[in-house]
């Protein structure tokens, strides 16, 4: 009997995760699916806006473009943060029959959005159930029962399930991902729907963009001299995707890239200026003049594309010439990336980002996610150490760990975001049940021998 329910467990855990997934997202979207204004007296909606506005106003024209007839691949406006999410928000309006802007240009209340965090949340749930199928061979049930369930349940990831942000898919193809990983062998068939997974997981966020690297570094370690045809195949899959998004990029402007706006932008908005100890409006100024000498046009797609290579260019140069300023502002960043934050989502419904430092409304918050955090990297540390001694762990699994961790951490702690290490949780998981398990263990033991 105690056998049966602990093998039950791992599913009522994921049952509850999406239970208050798909609770969450009818509730916050039935509480903040609402228009409110903001310091400077503009109207702002207080779900889709910053990022998520792009994504919603790349939707609009992505449908629009789809009900006037255009082709797939010409559909949508230019790709200049997220290619797919955009896709999945279009589609899914078209199929329920409902509009997501109107004619004032304004985002349209009560249209039923409440169904793509619903839907993202099924997606997340049933790859998570597959996940568990695995691990069960890996781990023992206490071990697999700790993972199941932090992947389920833990705050931090789980938020993303009912929002309207690219992360909850993303951690849905990071899933299935290592699903992949897990089972890793020489069917070639697996090893080429891994590069397909990896370059649609770029298509949702464009940091995977990098991600073949660290997996075909696992790869090579794990087929050492016979790594030559998984590395092919498996890098055969991911171009093919990356080669139609160039494609799609050029049917639509005639311009053939991969590379988004932000990828080029984002480096020279928020570091450029700091490597060489100069202003935003310094920096800016540079750039206008270098347009204006050029005779270039923000509104024109071709003219965008040079500017964002100006851009780019402009950060390799201040990143060549301030390399260990860089390392030196990248560690702090990291630093600040790595402390876990459970109340992004929250914050995001709630902030009001025209007021100036409107970040220190939330301070407060500190006193609760640093403790927080050291709890669960203690915990994670522990398992990560005890992983090396387990006989009946895949010796490769530290490995994978460690590289999928440092990949995420050296491509994205520099901004500063602890949202965009989230991914990083979905490695140390194993760590986390890992080690909880062995901390009982110990405690465990302590108290018999106190006996």
Request: proline share 3%; net charge positive.
């Amino acid at each position: 009997m105690n056998m049966i329910i602990k093998n039950k467990i791992p599913y009522i855990l994921i049952f509850v995760g999406l239970i208050y997934s798909v609770s969450i997202s009818i509730f916050n979207t039935l509480k903040y699916d609402a228009y409110r204004v903001n310091s400077v007296g503009t109207e702002t909606h207080s779900i889709i806006r910053t990022d998520v506005s792009q994504y919603w106003r790349s939707a609009h024209e992505f449908k629009t473009d789809l009900e006037n007839g255009t082709d797939l691949f010409k559909a949508g406006g230019e790709n200049r943060a997220i290619y797919l999410y955009p896709k999945i928000i279009g589609s899914y309006f078209m199929v329920i029959g409902q509009q997501i802007m109107d004619e004032k240009n304004m985002f349209v209340l009560n249209n039923y959005k409440f169904g793509i965090p619903i839907l993202q949340s099924i997606f997340y749930y049933s790859l998570l159930t597959l996940l568990y199928f695995k691990l069960k061979n890996l781990f023992n049930q206490r071990v697999t029962i700790f993972i199941i369930g932090f992947l389920s349940l833990e705050p931090t990831i789980i938020q993303f399930h009912g929002s309207y942000w690219t992360e909850s898919i993303y951690f849905s193809f990071l899933l299935l991902i290592l699903i992949l990983l897990l089972d890793l062998n020489k069917n070639l068939r697996n090893l080429f729907f891994l590069g397909l997974i990896v370059g649609v997981s770029f298509l949702q966020r464009n940091v995977s963009m990098y991600l073949i690297i660290p997996i075909l570094i696992y790869i090579i370690l794990c087929f050492r001299k016979n790594s030559f045809l998984p590395l092919l195949t498996c890098f055969s899959g991911y171009i093919i995707i990356v080669l139609l998004l160039g494609y799609a990029n050029y049917v639509r402007s005639g311009i053939y890239y991969i590379t988004p706006w932000d990828q080029k932008d984002a480096p020279f908005v928020k570091m450029a200026h700091k490597l060489n100890n100069e202003t935003d409006e310094i920096k800016y100024e540079k750039l206008n003049k270098w347009i204006s000498k050029n005779n270039l046009s923000y509104e024109n797609e071709f003219d965008r594309r040079k500017i964002a290579d100006y851009q780019h260019e402009y950060f390799k140069d201040s990143l060549k010439k301030n390399f260990f300023h860089f390392l030196q502002i990248h560690a702090w960043k990291s630093l600040q990336s790595l402390i876990l934050d459970p109340f992004t989502i929250q914050n995001e419904y709630t902030s009001d980002k025209t007021i100036h430092h409107y970040w220190e409304k939330y301070s407060y918050q500190f006193k609760y996610r640093i403790p927080y955090t050291i709890i669960i990297y203690f915990i994670v540390f522990v398992g990560f150490i005890r992983m090396f001694k387990k006989d009946n762990i895949n010796k490769n699994l530290p490995f994978l760990i460690f590289i999928m961790i440092s990949f995420y951490t050296v491509i994205l702690g520099w901004v500063g975001v602890p949202r965009y290490l989230v991914p990083n949780l979905f490695f140390l998981s194993f760590c986390f049940g890992v080690g909880l398990d062995d901390l009982i263990k110990y405690i465990n033991n302590f108290k018999i021998k106190k006996k």
